[in-house]
């Protein structure tokens, strides 16, 4: 919340500077390179801005990128604003979950746009495909819609704009690998050196980068594992905390699910252990993760906080979970469906417990 807090303050100094007006000499290096159009013809223009995490600076990015577009779109009297369309905190690799990057394609297929402008092509995609594939899309629209990438000076619908967006596409999904595979080894640096993640598992609290135990949330997870070693089955243990109206760990959920006991049950976090990098991402475009069965390194750290449960009874109920109850276990850590359903996968990630 207070990270929240700070970046909402420095864009609200950013709105507030844009409102003042405070009188700045502009030296341009060059003329207005903007796609031209005809004088006549008032055209209905698309601002898209985008940034990859929630981090001050990239907050103070976005909420910049906006108001930049709102006074661009001012500065061409044939042109009118539809709407500034924009992601924060997404990244540009897949356009899967970029919600307003879609709803602006959707709006230019219902014919409602003329224009898209947009700062760079990184900015637009970093995935070549995606990039060359919109672009064709709304070409091929009719009336066609094009897009101008301010700082490569690029306009779609220009004789040359799709060999250029090709060749400057290719450079910014390259970069993006790049990072990745940086970030990736990073992770793999802390892992080997005994550095985890700190992600509080249902249970447990934040104290200053400790877990220490919530003795509320651990009696619901002793329960569990005792109901468990005692034969009723997680369908069952999921039923008795729901009829009880215990909070499921996310909270968001009305009632308890089988995954979500079978998760628990699995989670070697409970006998104070950490086991890093339990899945990895095989296809950084399209975000998919697969279990990690031996193609890359995984560590373990035992006993690195306190434990809920002895380590004889975490291997007995693993032991004890069926074929069905197993697969809801890898399902959740690999699709991130119900309580992993935030987690945005890298590279190589660690796998998140809960």
């Known amino acids: 919340m207070a990270q929240e807090s700070k970046n909402e303050d420095r864009k609200q100094r950013i709105r507030e500077a844009f409102h003042d007006g405070k009188q700045v000499e502009r030296m341009p290096a060059r003329e207005d390179m903007a796609p031209q159009h005809s004088d006549d013809v008032i055209y209905r223009v698309a601002p898209y801005c985008r940034v990859s995490t929630m981090s001050e600076m990239q907050a103070e990015s976005f909420e910049i990128q906006q108001q930049y577009y709102n006074e661009y779109i001012a500065k061409h009297p044939n042109w009118t604003l539809v709407r500034i369309y924009a992601d924060e905190g997404i990244s540009a690799t897949s356009v899967k979950n970029r919600k307003d990057f879609n709803n602006m394609i959707e709006d230019c297929k219902a014919g409602k ?12 995609a970093r995935n070549v495909v995606d990039c060359i594939k919109y672009a064709r899309d709304l070409r091929a629209l009719s009336p066609p819609v094009g897009i101008y990438f301010e700082t490569e000076n690029i306009n779609t619908l220009s004789q040359n704009g799709e060999l250029l967006l090709t060749v400057l596409a290719a450079f910014a999904q390259d970069e993006s690998v790049n990072k ?168 190589f990630k660690e796998d998140i417990d809960v």
Not at 280 to 295: E, M, S, W
Request: net charge positive; hydrophobic share 35%.
């Open 113 to 124: 746009i003329d224009l898209i402008v947009t700062k760079s092509v990184s900015r637009f």
């Open 180 to 347: 990745s595979i940086s970030v990736a080894w990073g992770i793999r640096q802390r892992f080997a050196k005994g550095i985890p993640k700190l992600v509080k598992p249902y249970g447990y609290q934040n104290d200053d980068g400790k877990l220490v135990v919530d003795e509320e949330e651990a009696s619901v997870v002793i329960r569990i594992f005792a109901f468990y070693l005692g034969g009723k089955t997680p369908y069952e243990i999921a039923k008795i905390l729901t009829d009880e109206g215990v909070p499921t760990p996310t909270g968001k959920k009305p009632c308890w699910t089988l995954s979500s006991v079978t998760y628990i049950l699995g989670n070697d976090r409970y006998c104070g252990d950490v086991i890093m990098q339990k899945s990895l991402c095989v296809d950084l475009f399209a975000h998919k993760r697969v279990r990690n069965l031996g193609q890359v390194e995984r560590y373990r750290m035992r006993d690195v906080h306190p434990p809920l449960i002895s380590k004889e009874e975490w291997r007995e109920a693993k032991n004890r979970i069926s074929m069905p109850d197993r697969e809801a276990v890898i399902l959740e850590e690999i699709t991130g469906e119900g309580i992993l359903s935030s987690l945005h996968p890298i590279l």
